[in-house]
């Protein structure tokens, strides 16, 4: 089973006792989007919003991390990266 924690930009992932630590980061290729708002559509927290023809990243401090929104956007303008602690 794996559990999921958020403390500010740091996501704890636990599973069967053992824990690593990740930070990630939300990147937008504004370029690369389309203004479909299917990232927007999917995304659980409400972090993504449709402003004219394009997708803008709202209140980052709501996002979990969880990849819906990189896993769905059909331009893939949207991804999570590691950053380097």
């Known amino acids: 089973m794996i559990s999921k924690i958020k403390k500010g ?12 630590l990740k930070k990630k980061q939300l990147v937008l290729n504004s370029l690369w989007c389309k203004g479909c708002g299917v990232c ?5 927290k409400g972090v993504l919003a449709l402003e004219g023809e394009k997708i803008v990243i709202r209140e980052i401090e709501k996002c979990i991390y969880c990849g ?3 896993l769905r956007c059909p331009d893939y303008a949207l991804h999570l990266e590691e950053v380097a602690e």
């Open 40 to 44: 927007a559509a999917f995304c659980p």
């Open 68 to 70: 819906m929104c990189e």
């Open 9 to 20: 930009n740091i996501c704890i992932l636990q599973r069967v006792g053992k824990m690593a």
